[in-house]
């Protein structure tokens, strides 16, 4: 059995002995159906079974039931049946999450937030919006063009991933280089805590009084409560655009324009690398412009002022003519432009006419060392006889090393999984850490120690257990076990049994 089976396997036995499963007619999905009406749980086997997984390679077990709330007055109603029955809850947003956080454990209760989806307001006076958990990025993103507006975090999952799940997993995209993460764009948020109580973290005051528990909770991947409402923060579109495809021969020396760029004192609004083969999968796949026989294109998009868009423009061409591309091409027009970008957000979907499977990482490192840890991550799948492709937000040294392989192939799981810990290590050898917007989740939560000493961690824990001290909101998540206060010391978790594993 691979190793993070084995531990959350051996969490999990140690549970069942305390617990015991959950009886055949069980209580607390009767209080559910009686709070909510049986349209909006979900208790039959077949409609719990696609909730029992995200968009990562790991699964849990189907939770006991899904809720569908509409309002912040019932996600408060599942969450004190969830507690006052001492079982945890997991919630959920579109799923498309990629490392675990929304995996159910321990037969929980699933409160799905994607019923609740209205923008319930947009200030274009004070740029602000005011929206449910479940609005889906893509679809705020278009509601707010006529407003010569935009919410700026927006993840390559945009079209099916929810501002909630920005919101747990502090997650961005190609635009946050130059705009900061999720967590410089919310203002406010509604947030049902792990006891069913309904709080107001930060607000619309540019400087709120006491604590910045809004920034503590953004990013807290549903361990801390569930937002039912952000106060979002807008930025204007910008003046100027210019969006440019640089092609390389050599993948280095992609990597080494990158690091140039930013110390030439160039931000641009992002600045995204992908590598030759990827870049040839994703032009068959849906006809972006990107050339089939280069070893590396770069997307910069140079945002602003015109006179300064056009200098930083001339300047982006002069830095990759230095490190040897082979051509800069200009986006003509806005159709141009948003086929380019239409091929950077349609990556991961590319990858299926290589290999019918992918596992996909998130390390940071920085900048200055892209060329030395792109090299070091193909020695790690090289010496695991694996393909390994490369698409990332270069800007940030955001990294997503993408390794393709096929789940049929027996033993290939575990090579995957050495791995997929091999470039974590190669990582934080070289300064980075272990996220940049996927969040830690199941997937990483093990590695948080080689980042984190024991003091960190135990602080860590200490400001999770003040808002949810017995552990019911989706436990198991980020902290590693044995780290904790009182019951997080002995934290729910679920077992992967020893047959199925951690990953599919």
């Known amino acids: 059995m691979r190793p993070m089976a084995k531990q959350l396997a051996r969490v999990g036995r140690a549970l069942r002995r305390s617990a015991g499963p959950p009886a055949p007619a069980d209580p607390l999905v009767a209080e559910l159906i009686g709070l909510l009406g049986a349209e909006r749980v979900l208790t039959d086997t077949a409609a719990l079974r696609p909730y029992g997984h995200d968009a990562s390679l790991m699964r849990g077990e189907p939770p006991v039931a899904v809720c569908l709330p509409a309002s912040t007055g019932q996600v408060a109603k599942c969450v004190r049946a969830a507690v006052s029955h001492d079982r945890p809850f997991v919630p959920r947003g579109a799923g498309t999450g990629l490392a675990g956080g929304a995996v159910p454990l321990d037969a929980p209760v699933v409160i799905s937030t994607m019923r609740m989806n209205e923008v319930l307001g947009i200030d274009p006076v004070n740029r602000t919006a005011m929206v449910q958990p479940g609005v889906l990025n893509l679809d705020l993103e278009r ?8 919410f700026a975090p927006d993840p390559s999952s945009q079209q099916a991933c929810t501002i909630g799940g920005n919101v747990a997993n502090n997650s961005g995209g190609p635009h946050c280089l130059s705009l900061g993460v999720t967590s410089a764009h919310v203002l406010g948020l509604q947030v049902v805590l792990a006891d069913g109580e309904v709080v107001e973290l930060g607000g619309p005051e540019p400087d709120s009084l006491g604590y910045d528990l809004r920034g503590a909770f953004v990013g807290s991947e549903g361990t801390l409560g569930l937002a039912t409402a952000a106060l979002l923060r807008l930025v204007p579109l910008p003046a100027s655009l210019s969006t440019l495809l640089c092609t390389f021969d050599d993948l280095d020396e992609a990597a080494g324009c990158v690091s140039d760029v930013i110390a030439a004192g160039i931000v641009p609004g992002a600045l995204e690398m992908m590598d030759g083969p990827l870049a040839a999968a994703v032009e068959d796949f849906c006809g972006a412009g990107y050339p089939r026989d ?13 006179a300064a868009v056009a200098a930083d423009s001339q300047a982006v061409r002069t830095l990759a003519a230095d490190r040897g591309a082979r051509e800069v091409r200009e986006a003509a027009d806005a159709a141009e432009r948003d086929a380019l970008w239409k091929g950077r957000k349609s990556a991961f979907g590319a990858v299926a006419r290589i290999a019918p499977d992918y596992y996909l990482h ?4 920085p900048r200055t060392k892209l060329v030395e840890v792109l090299a070091q991550v193909r020695e790690v799948a090289a010496a695991e006889d694996l393909t390994v492709l490369n698409v990332f937000h270069a800007g940030d040294g955001n990294l997503h090393p993408l390794l393709v392989f096929d789940a049929r192939e027996p033993g290939v799981l575990e090579r995957v999984e050495r791995a997929g810990r091999g470039i974590v290590e190669v990582s934080l050898a070289a300064g980075g850490v272990l996220s940049g917007e996927h969040g830690i989740g199941l997937e990483k939560r093990e590695h948080m120690s080689a980042m984190f000493g024991p003091e960190d961690l135990r602080a860590q824990a200490r400001l999770r257990c003040a808002f949810d001290p017995l552990g019911h909101a989706n436990p198991a998540k980020v902290l590693p076990e044995g780290v904790g206060c009182g019951e997080l010391g002995a934290i729910r978790s679920s077992a992967h049994s020893a047959e199925a594993g951690l990953w599919v």
């Open 362 to 365: 998130d390390t940071v490192v």
């Open 294 to 306: 280069a070893a590396s294109v770069l997307l910069v998009e140079l945002e602003g002022q015109p």
């Open 143 to 150: 509601l707010l063009a006529p407003h010569g507006l935009r």
